[in-house]
Antibody, heavy 121, light 112 residues
Framework: EVQLLESGGGLVQPGGSLRLSCVAS????????MNWVRQAPGKGLEWVSCIRSSGVSTVNEDSVRGRFTISRDNSKNTLYLQMNSLRAEDTAVYYC??????????????WGQGTLVTVSS | DIVMTQTPLSSPVTLGQPASISCRSS???????????LSWLQQRPGQPPRLLLY???NRFSGVPDRFSGSGAGTDFTLKISRVEAEDVGVYYCMQATQFPLTFGGGTKVEIK
């Protein structure tokens, strides 16, 4: 069974840091580019970051550039999102997904259940 | 950034009747390679999103054929031919023609 399991969310003060992890099982993570997509409470979807299958190339949404870093360890079948200098507006459920692979222009549909990040004092 | 605008915000539908959602992009979604990277996603209550259609009209694996997509350039439409109870949720269009990927604001489909 294919599964993506996110962890690492929680309550953090403004300016703080968190590291999200997403462990893949049932498929080989290294075969796919991976993305983080977030959803603020009661709001719509927002793409955050993408990393190609090799991990060499990454792309980030403007509001997180310089603060968030996406990375992966294919040997551990794990995707990461290091989030620094967190702001209240980063409060959201964060999903890892293989939705889009820019190298191939292909679309896929593996999603985790999400992990909630709350930035508040 | 490409802005995606969906209408309507909400669509109350009678079971068995059709539903239609529109999505407009602020610029053409035709990529330099000739592909148009417009997708539709469904999010049921309390669930992560699910990919329904990609490149305007291609149904993803396992998606029922009552879902169809059409359009070109900057104007796109998702149609549900006969709404079923399991179709309740929020629908999003998304462009992947250029980074950053952007989503429409969502359309809530509910049963009358």
């Amino acid at each position: 069974e294919v599964q993506l399991l996110e962890s690492g969310g929680g309550l953090v003060q403004p300016g703080g840091s968190l590291r999200l992890s997403c462990v893949a099982s049932g498929f080989t993570l290294s075969n796919y580019a991976m993305n983080w997509v977030r959803q603020a409470p009661g709001k719509g979807l927002e793409w955050v970051s993408c990393i190609r299958s090799s991990g060499v190339s990454t792309v980030n949404e403007d509001s997180v550039r310089g603060r968030f870093t996406i990375s992966r360890d294919n040997s551990k079948n794990t995707l990461y999102l290091q989030m620094n200098s967190l702001r209240a507006e980063d409060t959201a459920v964060y999903y890892c997904t293989n939705l889009y692979d820019p190298s191939r222009g292909s679309f896929h549909d593996y999603w985790g259940q999400g992990t909630l990040v709350t930035v508040s004092s | 950034d490409i802005v995606m605008t969906q209408t309507p915000l909400s669509s109350p539908v009678t079971l068995g009747q059709p539903a239609s959602i529109s999505c407009r992009s602020s610029q053409s979604l035709v990529h330099s390679n000739g592909h148009t990277y417009l997708s539709w996603l469904q999010q049921r209550p309390g669930q992560p999103p699910r990919l329904l259609l990609y490149e305007i009209s291609n149904r993803f694996s396992g998606v029922p054929d009552r879902f169809s997509g059409s359009g070109a350039g900057t104007d796109f439409t998702l149609k549900i031919s006969r709404v079923e109870a399991e179709d309740v949720g929020v629908y999003y269009c998304m462009q992947a023609t250029q980074f950053p990927l952007t989503f429409g604001g969502g359309t809530k489909v509910e049963i009358k």
